[in-house]
């Protein structure tokens, strides 16, 4: 690379990546309330729980944050499938969204969610480090606040969970998803 030559990044997260089917019954099930708040409607096909987001990596550095993803899994094996249920839409004001939250966040979600930040910043990488608070963003930009509404029939279940590449667009946010790691197996003991 020459002088003055910017090293080629990669936009990256680790996120939960639900199937079409459970996008879209997220997607039916908020509709109304995406229209009552003015926001812009987030596509479905980008539908997603963001477990720790790592913004700008190095491409060279890419493989090293797939080899996090999957000694986490490998260490992180679960017995069954994690399952969200979505039963609240809610407006988050200091990001301007519209987010649909789980009504139970499962324990181990969590410990998913700390064992990704804490390994890739151990590597050296700077993931975002505030609270996890486990959401889908259904609307951006929301022009006007709307009360918390009951979503129903929204249950996402999870046996794997993604690396994805962001990339921004005039059109908005375009997401590919990089590696998929299993989370289910044989129980390994955490350290």
């Known amino acids: 690379m020459s002088v003055g030559q910017r090293e080629p990044t990669r936009r990256l997260f680790f996120a939960l990546w639900p199937d079409a089917e459970a996008r879209l019954a997220l997607a039916r099930a908020s509709r109304k309330a995406v229209r009552s708040c003015g926001g812009r409607p987030v596509p479905p096909e980008n539908a997603h729980v963001t477990l720790a987001f790592l913004g700008s990596v190095a491409e060279r550095r890419v493989a090293e ?3 996090i993803g999957r000694n986490t899994a490998s260490a992180f094996a679960l017995a069954a ?6 039963g609240t839409l809610v407006h988050w004001a200091r990001g301007e969204i519209l987010a649909a939250v789980v009504d139970e966040e499962p324990q181990s ?11 890739t910043a151990a590597a050296g990488f700077t993931p975002d480090l505030k609270p996890f608070r486990p959401h889908v963003t259904v ?19 999870f046996d794997t969970f993604a690396l994805v590449a962001s990339r921004t667009t005039p ?4 997401y590919s998803v990089l590696e998929s790691y299993l989370l289910v197996g044989e129980q390994k003991s955490r350290e």
């Open 81 to 86: 499938p994690l399952t969200l249920s979505f």
């Open 65 to 67: 944050v797939d080899a």
């Open 139 to 157: 609307a951006r930009k929301v022009a006007h606040r709307i009360a918390p509404s009951v979503l129903t029939g929204v249950t996402w279940c």
């Open 171 to 174: 059109a908005g946010s375009v």
């Open 109 to 119: 979600l969590q410990q998913l969610a700390a064992a990704l930040k804490d390994a």
